[in-house]
């Protein structure tokens, strides 16, 4: 139903930037966001950033004011702009896509993408 591939990862100097990118397919109306999500060795996965169809954007506390979510949709692609980056960034980056919902808030993801490797040097 959902089809999901990042790219834009790689290696970068703490302080740079990199802009990742996920490519979106669906044949089915049950998601109505997209997500991006990172998980680093040892620790659990964190929803870092969330984009509605409506375009609202969400960040984790960890991220905002340093990562952007933005999306294409002539181009069918959502994208995770991150600026100011921190070793503490450095993870698997997952593209996510699911339902936030219009009651609490709450979003659950149901499709993941392969992943994309951020690393980040001190």
């Known amino acids: 139903q959902v089809q999901l591939v990042e790219s834009g990862g790689g290696l970068v100097q703490a302080g740079g930037s990199l802009r990742l990118s996920c490519v979106v397919s669906?044949?089915?109306?049950?998601?109505?966001?997209i997500g991006w999500s990172r998980q680093a060795p040892g620790k659990q996965r964190e929803l870092v950033a969330t984009?509605?169809?409506?375009?609202?954007?969400k960040y984790a506390d960890s991220v905002k004011g340093r990562f952007t979510i933005s999306r294409d949709d002539a181009k069918n692609t959502v994208y995770l702009q991150m600026n100011s980056l921190k070793p503490e960034d450095t993870a698997v980056y997952y593209c996510?896509?699911?339902?936030?919902?219009?009651?609490?808030?709450?979003?659950?993801?149901?499709?993941w993408g392969q992943g994309t490797q951020v690393t980040v040097s001190s």
């Open positions: 669906k044949s089915t109306n049950s998601i109505n966001a």
């Open positions: 984009i509605s169809s409506g375009g609202s954007t």
């Open positions: 996510n896509a699911g339902w936030i919902s219009a009651m609490t808030g709450q979003y659950n993801n149901n499709y």
